[in-house]
């Protein structure tokens, strides 16, 4: 999962970088960001969800993921230690 993925380019990298790879989700509190990232890549890459949602409060169940990126993202949250505390780490 790529928290703070903004328009899904680093989805597409990692998919094009890592063929094997099963399936990544980007999410972004931006609902506008995530239609634009599904919109671009909605034809040819059938590996990558987006979801709208909030670092602080993320929808997923714990321990889903192998690996999560968060790249520029905290600097933008109001409370980013909310966000680690509760979001990113459970
Ligand atoms: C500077 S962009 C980073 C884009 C990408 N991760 C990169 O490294 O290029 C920051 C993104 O974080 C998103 N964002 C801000 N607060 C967020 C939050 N609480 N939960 C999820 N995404 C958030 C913004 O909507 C924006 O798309």
């Not at 609902?31 to 949602?53: L, M």
């Not at 409060?57 to 980013?80: G, S, T, Y």
Request: net charge negative; glycine share 6%; with cysteine.
């Amino acid at each position: 999962m790529d928290v703070g993925c903004h328009i899904g380019d680093t989805e597409k990298l990692i998919v094009d970088q890592h063929p094997k790879i099963h399936s990544i989700i980007g999410l972004d509190y931006d609902e506008k960001r995530i239609n634009r990232a599904e919109k671009r890549w909605e034809q040819d890459e059938k590996k990558i969800t987006f979801v709208q949602g909030d670092a602080a409060a993320l929808p997923f169940e714990d321990n889903r993921f192998d690996k999560v990126i968060c790249a520029e993202m905290l600097e933008w949250v109001k409370e980013p230690l909310r966000a680690i505390n509760r979001g990113l780490v459970g």
